[in-house]
């Protein structure tokens, strides 16, 4: 829990690898998993003589990524050389974009905690991922395959100030570059990651504390926990008195704990133009056609929810970030006659879990039958139990909605004459659940209600029922 007194601030640097068929500098394949050091070649090794040729596609990607964080495009950019020596970089610099880059300033809308928090863009650029380093036994062994795999950076203005902004940040950018198909977003295979910049102050301070650099935190939960023990950290600096010094650390995920790297310096690297490569000049035509392949995103999409069809913030995001999920509710809303209320309960219960048990996708079931389906639940024509029945039958036939209702005698039973015997049954049957309800037991009563609905095969109105059983109770 963050100290009253104090104030977080971070700021996020995301990167994302891009899903192009080739690397970003060379026609290399840009592929996960192949055998060690097969994907490479004199560029992306850094051989001496070698010339790098920039990937169209990548470009295309970053653009894409730019008009959907509301990005300036910059019709102008350059690629710089950052320089700084590590085993993982073969040419002792990384090429990528610190002066100008391909998307400026832009935003992003995110709705937590009730209301919308707006999170500044600062830049969005692109550049080429280093190679992996393999450590065994006392020696470090190098694999070139992720050389050169093209990235694009994400920075992020210092606008969070909890937790929850930063998760919901984090999972919306996973998810947008899930709807733009410019990355598979896979943090098991590295192709997504951020570095957390962190600093705290006192309440109503009018500059931020001093800022430390945690870099390469692999998973999102990594990120959050970095988050926290350094906020914890630094108040335990500040309350002994001290200040906190600015340096780089790194995420250790199995202590939980940040360990440092080197003092942060106003400029980490020496950067220059890379003369390797002539600016990149864009058409206005050719940016602007790109945005018009831009969806509805998913952070868009989670103020829609919450705050036209009155669904839970936490239900709005799990509906948003599976895009083929939320373009199926979306489908079934536009059909209309149903609540979206009701149509997001089953597409989050029960037809997820029958998409999540793998033997079908929603490919193998039409918005039009889930609408008919919800539309006879909402009218009492069948009850929520009989319809996990219609549903299950949707998916293995391709019986109507209302074929499979009267096939299997499904039409809910709202006759109380019909129902009388049925609930006397139950209570005959359950004389020690009577007297529990009448010993003040009262959430007895759903379990009557559920013996009832099963001695009806799920046709009886579970509300008449329950009123039914209540008034025989109470008197």
Known sequence: MLNPKYEMVIGLETHAELSTESKIFCACKNEFGSEVNTNCCPVCMGMPGSLPQLNKMAVEYAIMMGHALNCEINLVSKMDRKNYFYPDLPKSYQVSQVEQPICGKGHIDLYVNGETKRIGINQLHIEEDTAKL??????TLIDFNRA???????????????????EAYLDNIKAILEYLDISDAKMQEGSIRCDVNVSINEVGATEFGTRIEVKNVSTFSGALRAIEYEVARHIEILERGEEVQSETRRWDDMKGETIPMRGKEANDYLVFTDPDFLPIVLEKSYVDELKTRIPTLPNERVIKYVTEYSIPESEAAVLSHSKSRSDFFEECVTIGNATPKSLA????????????????TLSDISPQSIVEMVRNIESGKISNTAGKTVLDELFTTDKSVEQIIADKGL???????????????????????????????????????????KASRGTGNPQILNDMIKGILDN
């Not at 393999?134 to 020696?139: L, P, R």
């Not at 219960?349 to 029958?354: N, R």
Request: glycine letters at 6%; charged letters at 25%; aromatic letters at 6%.
């Open 134 to 139: 393999i450590h065994e036994d006392d020696a």
């Open 148 to 166: 050169m795999v093209p990235l694009i950076e994400i920075v992020s203005a210092p606008d969070f100030r909890s937790l929850a902004e930063v």
């Open 345 to 360: 309960n089953w597409v989050l219960g029960d037809i997820s879990k029958i998409i999540n048990d793998g033997k079908f």
């Open 411 to 453: 039409a809910q039973l709202n006759d109380t004459s019909a129902l009388e015997q049925i609930v006397a049954d139950v209570l005959a049957a359950n004389p020690k659940t009577i007297e529990d309800y009448k010993s003040g037991k009262t959430n007895v009563l759903g379990f009557l209600v559920g013996q009832c609905m």
